[in-house]
């Protein structure tokens, strides 16, 4: 149930970001045109909701990591094997679902191919930028 519920989190921080994706493209597009702004702000403000989805998604995959282990020394297993078992299935399970959700959903429900790149795109570099800065 924890899990669950902790997906369906992911899954609304998911039409969230893709709502305010919306909503900051049809305010940057200009109105007489229908095009969209081509200045560096309004580059980067239309790839903020994407940036912040992908933050999200390192925050909650950290936030379950802490859940997961919470859970599984709840439920007492006899072995450390069954421990270690129970916990990487949750977390796989987790990590799989929160951090592909918005690929599978553009990609097979909206079949967006630009979006989908570009969700990938701004995935991957977050992924990055947050990794190096982590080991700095």
Known sequence: PVTLLCLSLAFAMMLGSFAAETWMMSTLTDEETGELATD???TVLSNLPSILYSLSIIVFNAIYLKIARRLTVWEN???QEQHD???T???VLFEFVNT???LFYTGFYIQDLKSLRSQLFTTLMVQQAVNQIQEV
Do not use: E, G
Request: proline share 0%; glycine share 0%.
């Open 85 to 87: 078992t129970h916990v």
């Open 100 to 102: 592909f959700l918005a």
């Open 40 to 42: 560096l702000i309004s």
């Open 77 to 79: 297993h006899r072995t």
């Open 89 to 91: 299935a949750k977390l």
